[in-house]
């Protein structure tokens, strides 16, 4: 069997718990197969501290510009401008993670709404891929989304955790699916298993969201409570099973999407 080579399209590399061994985990990653990662930007400094990153690993990490429906309340003029000047940067692969989060409403609804809007003309202007988080939001998710579709180039919603018909209508909005170690998890991930086949094999991509979101079906256990890009063969794996398809076959499909759609 030919080595698999895999893409993990969203992984917190900038985050703090990466401090103190970021390149070991970069370089545990390539040694698993993951051979290109992009770094989720998900608020202004974040999302420079993605690029500046990147730039330290040409053509290995990518990263997105873009400001988190947690951090909505942040958005204003200053940060419009920094994403927009981000996204004619080479290593800036798409625009966001942004979207609604209505699960935690770290930041109020209204300026969740105006913020993903003032992203999506970002994301027309640049005619970058766009990177979605929803949770909880689904129906004004696609109202705001709808809307603009046929302005938006490739859109990604990223960690899909919705129900079936949710999984449609993103399906129908011409959306990729992006699925995360979610789908290991017996709690919350278990009414997912029985869908994750009606994704067609050109709509899907993998990703860890690293540091969270470590596979909890993960044998053996790590002590460390801390996810990394390098565990995302195991949601291949997973994935996979879910699907009754081979793995290779699986990992063939999501890197070739995943490179279609960054445009890597
Ligand atoms: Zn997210």
């Not at 969203?10 to 703090?16: E, F, I």
């Not at 103190?20 to 202004?44: F, K, L, P």
């Not at 809307?147 to 899909?160: M, Q």
Request: charged share 25%; with cysteine; net charge negative.
């Amino acid at each position: 069997m030919r080595a698999m080579e895999l893409i993990d399209i969203g992984c917190n590399l900038t985050h703090d718990s990466f401090d103190n061994d970021r390149d070991t985990v970069i370089e545990a990653a390539h040694e698993a197969g993951v051979v290109q990662m992009i770094i989720t930007g998900a608020s202004a400094e974040g999302s420079l501290a993605a690029l500046e990153l990147a730039q330290k690993w040409p053509q290995q990490l990518f990263s997105t510009a873009g400001v988190h429906p947690h951090r909505a309340s942040e958005y204003n003029s200053d940060t419009d401008s920094l994403i927009r000047e981000l996204s004619e940067n080479d290593a800036v692969v798409a625009i966001g993670e942004t979207g609604l989060d209505y699960f935690r409403d770290f930041s109020p609804r209204n300026l969740q709404r105006s913020s993903f809007e003032q992203q999506i003309q970002i994301a027309i202007d640049s005619g970058l891929p766009f990177f979605l988080h929803q949770r909880d939001a689904h129906d004004d998710f696609v109202a705001i989304l709808k809307e603009y579709r046929d302005k938006l180039n490739a859109v990604v919603v990223h960690c899909f955790t919705g129900s079936k018909p949710e999984l449609y209508e993103c399906l129908d909005m011409d959306c990729h699916i992006g699925i995360t170690g979610w789908i290991c998890d017996e709690r919350r991930g278990t009414h997912m298993k029985e869908f994750m086949q009606d994704i067609p094999s050109g709509r899907l991509m993998i990703e860890t969201d690293s540091p969270y979101l470590k596979p909890r079906n993960l044998r053996p256990k790590l002590k460390s409570h801390r996810n990394e890009p390098r565990l995302l063969p195991w949601i291949l794996g997973t994935l996979a099973a879910c699907r009754n398809e081979h793995p290779q076959s699986l990992a063939e499909a999501t890197t070739r999407n995943a490179r279609a759609f960054f445009r890597l």
